[in-house]
């Protein structure tokens, strides 16, 4: 098999050109056809999927995200239905003026174009990325992994006979094969791939930034906090802190770091309460694990190292920290953050006014679970990822953050001295 993608992406090209022709109701039917036909198809894409986990074992934190069910796939179409009745980013006039000489300006959003997906064991990520690319006016190359192999295959299977037969350019979304050096080609294709956006684990993250000569935008990995203040309700922490924690712990919004105020410490036992029924194991501190000790199951309670900090856990485990102080909490944070998700409990104030103003995070939370950081929680229909950059797009990545912009310039034939 040729390992060159220069066919590929000029087709993809042409593809795009076609897209950007193509009107927003026909784009939403599309959308919501290949929908209704993976509803259809519901025991095709198991099948793929089983065959899938059949090749990872149970214990990989990765295997809950590989999984597919009847439930999810159900919630995964109807995303792909949210986003096709959301109203189009195209063409949207972000900024309109003349100039003395009566020149006119509009500053119009547009599409990138090309976008490379690459993401790992992540099969709801190959319909989650081809609507909202496609709604966007976006062609997706997707470079899925090995893991997933045979649900993507079954995934875009759907995709493209669907295109087809509404008289869309299959080449509208692509999925490479499982060979390496196409992701290498991809991050280097400068000219022909306008953005290329990684999800998955930090070292996928790093290998692309390291080695992509086309621009991309991170999805980072998510070491998310939860401070429980001295101000703190406790009833709100119990439950947030076991939904942030327990809701599903493979996602990167997911609790890494319980913070707790000392003065609380008294409280710990009973905020930790709820994590016991799901047997969560917790990397206590000397303090945290004082006030545990005997209140928390004894084989579910481990003293903290130094590694129990600044880890993603993707698992049934959570570090807790003793703070003698607000400022200390921020301190805590502002080292071990991955600047992902971050909360704070508390019915002070002021300590929410500065915890949001300080804490630098796409996603800051006040007395509300990590867990909604998510585009369809945000109303965006679905998400291309969660960006922990600054440039161009942070926080969930949706419809807006798949536009450029472009100015139109308008006259009566005006000339420059």
């Known amino acids: 098999m040729t390992t060159d993608l220069s066919h590929i992406l000029d087709n993809a090209r042409?593809?795009?050109?076609?897209?950007?022709?193509?009107?927003?109701?026909?784009?939403?039917?599309?959308?919501?056809?290949?929908?209704?036909?993976?509803?259809?198809q519901v025991d095709y894409i198991l099948q793929a999927n089983r065959r899938d986990l059949e090749r990872m074992p149970e214990s990989d934190p990765r295997y809950d995200r590989l999984m597919l069910t009847r439930e999810r796939l159900a919630g995964i179409t109807a995303d792909m239905r949210r986003v096709a009745s959301l109203p189009s980013p195209l063409g949207r006039t972000l900024a309109s003026y003349d100039r003395p000489n009566g020149m006119h300006i509009d500053k119009v959003s547009v599409p990138f174009g090309v976008i490379g997906i690459i993401y790992e064991a992540r099969p709801n990520v190959t319909f989650d990325v081809f609507a909202l690319c496609m709604k966007s006016g976006n062609v997706c190359i997707l470079k899925g992994g090995s893991d997933a192999h045979d649900s993507n295959t079954a995934l875009i299977n759907i995709i493209n006979r669907v295109l087809i037969s509404h008289g869309i350019d299959s080449n509208t979304a692509v999925l490479l094969p499982n060979d390496h050096r196409y992701t290498d080609q991809l991050l280097t294709a400068v000219g022909k791939v306008d953005l290329v956006i990684p999800r998955g684990s930090g070292r996928l993250i790093n290998y692309v930034r390291e080695h992509a000569l086309v621009p991309v935008i991170e999805?980072?990995?998510?070491?998310?906090?939860?401070?429980?203040?001295?101000?703190?309700?406790?009833?709100?922490?119990?439950?947030?802190?076991?939904?942030?924690?327990?809701?599903?712990?493979?996602?990167?919004?997911?609790?890494?770091?319980?913070?707790?105020?000392?003065?609380?410490?008294?409280?710990?036992?009973?905020?930790?309460?709820?994590?016991?029924?799901?047997?969560?194991?917790?990397?206590?501190?000397?303090q945290a694990r004082d006030a545990l000790a005997g209140q928390y199951p004894d084989e579910l309670l481990q003293p903290a190292t130094a590694e129990s900090f600044g880890t993603e856990f993707l698992d049934y485990k959570m570090a807790v920290k003793t703070v003698a102080s607000f400022d200390e909490a921020l301190e805590h944070i502002a080292r071990y953050s991955s600047k992902h998700s971050e909360c704070i409990v508390t019915e002070d104030e002021e300590h929410k006014h500065r915890f949001t103003r300080q804490v630098d995070a796409a996603c800051v939370y006040t007395n509300v679970s990590t867990a909604f950081t998510d585009g369809g929680q945000f109303g965006f229909g679905a998400e291309i990822g969660i960006s922990t950059q600054k440039l161009h797009a942070r926080g969930p990545m949706a419809l807006p953050e798949l536009t450029t912009y472009k100015y139109i310039i308008s006259g009566n034939g005006q000339t420059r001295e």
């Open 14 to 40: 042409v593809a795009a050109n076609k897209l950007n022709l193509i009107d927003d109701a026909t784009i939403a039917r599309v959308l919501c056809a290949v929908a209704d036909e993976a509803d259809r």
């Open 219 to 286: 999805t980072g990995a998510g070491i998310c906090h939860t401070y429980f203040d001295e101000a703190g309700d406790l009833e709100k922490g119990r439950r947030i802190v076991c939904n942030a924690k327990t809701r599903r712990v493979s996602v990167c919004n997911a609790l890494d770091c319980l913070i707790v105020h000392q003065k609380r410490l008294p409280d710990l036992p009973a905020l930790c309460a709820p994590l016991a029924g799901k047997h969560v194991i917790i990397y206590a501190d000397p």
